[in-house]
């Protein structure tokens, strides 16, 4: 079966957190923050809805999440 997961290109989504890091002014991700990237990947589903219910969202963290959703609409809306 065809996980959804596998559809997502990984490379594209890892740049555009390095880019949203480096807009946010935050550190830049490590090669071990990577991994853990490439880890998240191989998680059920189960798990993903488990850390997405419980994760407090900071300021930060809900800034973030908008600004990728942004920058991904106006990557997609532009290339149509």
């Keep these: 079966m065809l996980s ?17 890091c480096k807009i946010l002014k935050y550190p830049e991700p490590s090669e071990t ?6 880890e998240l ?3 059920s ?3 993903w809805f488990k850390l997405y219910s419980e994760t407090e969202r900071t300021l930060s963290i809900s800034n973030l ?6 920058v991904c609409k106006l990557k997609y809306n532009a290339s149509v």
């Design 4 to 20: 959804v997961l596998s559809l997502l290109n990984h490379e594209l989504m890892w740049q555009g957190i390095v880019e949203a």
């Design 33 to 38: 923050h990577r991994e853990y990237f490439k």
């Design 41 to 43: 990947f191989d998680m």
């Design 45 to 47: 589903c189960f798990v």
């Design 65 to 70: 999440i908008d600004h990728i959703i942004c």
